[in-house]
């Protein structure tokens, strides 16, 4: 007989419970900056990705409400139908501008884009070479092209190299998270860089977790390492962290963006975002460009944060970036660890697998601009009740 597939989804359910691993969707009813109401509760959160502070920034909220009473709410098409609009186009001009590239591409997600990038570039002969940890959408994106997927150690330059030279002959995409999403650490971009340039393969980065936050003016983290165009020609990045809204672009050549736009199916059979959000993403790119105190804000609070871990001997991560994860291993030991936070009034994630790997179960502390040194102490304070357990 034919296996039920609910049944056989339902069983897999049950099995994340026993496991300590089910997800939970739970309602916020409320949001004012980093404070959230969820349960009739009043949280101070350290979970979001809104890096700068600016998902409610009065600039942000007047462009949309003006684009909207200018253009309505929905596209009403995708983007080579009738769905493009002025607001679109300004905002992919600005994106280019920004990062340096000679033109940029809109998507409604960061998924959407790499999975549109990757299935456009990859055919099932290449290969696609990428860090473990790299983001899922990621991985999905050359599976689902066909290509050869070969995954190398973390930020293992060394590991990267044996994987491209197995397959020498093979057209071949190197894709890297520029930030990465669990472990906060940065991609060692010079050195993939030159190893592509010597292999002769085209290097991608996702930047979701480091454009508006790394860079002289939030650019990223390909133009913070000193890098251009020509060392990184795909360049993906969203517009729902640093900058508060949502969706993603894909940055580059005119021969890139013109070849996505003939290819990228995840572009040419989707309605395109809102034109009132592209307004207020357009703002957003303003603000993060010239509010330079934004970044300095953070990082200055990221370097309170780390030095008040340390102190109290807390299993921090060695990250740079907003993202600092605290290892302890066990899935229900995070789990416990983020209800008692809770109980104190913190709201922080607990990350188990398969999002991160066995045995690396963590709280996803994330610091904002919008945080005040204050909130970091209180944060230290109650991680130092916190029951972290035999963390490893």
């Not at 002289?216 to 990045?237: F, H, K, R, T």
């Not at 040194?373 to 916190?386: H, I, P």
Request: glycine share 10%; net charge neutral; charged share 20%.
């Amino acid at each position: 007989m034919r296996t039920d597939l609910l049944t056989r989804l339902a069983a897999h359910a049950q099995q994340r419970e026993q496991d300590g691993l089910r997800r939970r969707l739970q309602t916020v009813t409320n949001a004012n900056g980093m404070w959230v109401e969820r349960g009739r509760r009043r949280l101070l959160s350290f979970c979001s990705n809104d890096y700068l502070g600016l998902a409610q920034h009065p600039d942000l909220v007047d462009a949309l409400k003006r684009a909207a009473d200018s253009d309505g709410v929905g596209s009403g098409s995708a983007h080579l139908i009738c769905g493009h609009r002025s607001a679109h186009a300004a905002l992919e001009e600005a994106l280019a501008e920004w990062t340096g590239r000679e033109r940029a591409l809109l998507f409604s997600t960061g998924y959407m884009a790499n999975l549109g990038t990757l299935q456009a570039l990859l055919q099932r002969d290449d290969v696609c070479v990428q860090d473990k940890l790299n983001h899922a959408c990621l991985i999905d994106g050359a599976q689902l092209a066909g290509a050869e997927l070969k995954r190398y150690p973390h930020a293992d330059v060394a590991g990267a190299a044996r994987q491209l030279t197995a397959r020498p002959d093979a057209a071949a995409l190197l894709a890297t998270d520029g930030v990465f999403s669990m472990d906060g650490d940065i991609a060692p971009l010079r050195e993939l860089a030159a190893l592509c340039l010597r292999e002769a393969a085209t290097l991608m980065v996702d930047d979701a977790h480091g454009l508006g936050v790394l860079g002289p003016q939030g650019e990223g983290s390909v133009i913070d390492a000193g890098l251009s165009q020509g060392d990184v020609p795909v360049l993906m990045a969203t517009l729902g962290k640093a900058l508060g809204c949502s969706g993603a672009f894909v940055a580059g050549s005119a021969a890139l963006i013109d070849g996505l736009v003939q290819s990228a199916r995840t572009y040419i059979y989707t309605t395109a975002m809102p034109p009132a959000l592209a307004a207020a993403t357009l703002a957003a790119v303003r603000l993060a460009r010239t509010e330079n105190w934004r970044r300095e804000k953070l990082h200055a609070l990221i370097s309170r944060f780390r030095a008040g871990a340390a102190q109290l001997g807390l299993p921090l991560m060695p990250s740079p970036t907003a993202i600092q994860p605290l290892l302890l291993g066990d899935a229900r030991a995070a789990l416990a660890a983020a209800e008692a936070l809770e109980g104190e009034g913190f709201l922080v994630t607990a990350i188990r697998p398969p999002t991160v790997p066995q045995g690396k179960a963590r709280l996803r502390i994330t610091l904002s601009a919008a945080h005040e040194e204050g909130d970091v102490d209180r944060l230290l304070d109650a991680l130092s009740r916190a029951p972290l357990g035999p963390h490893v």
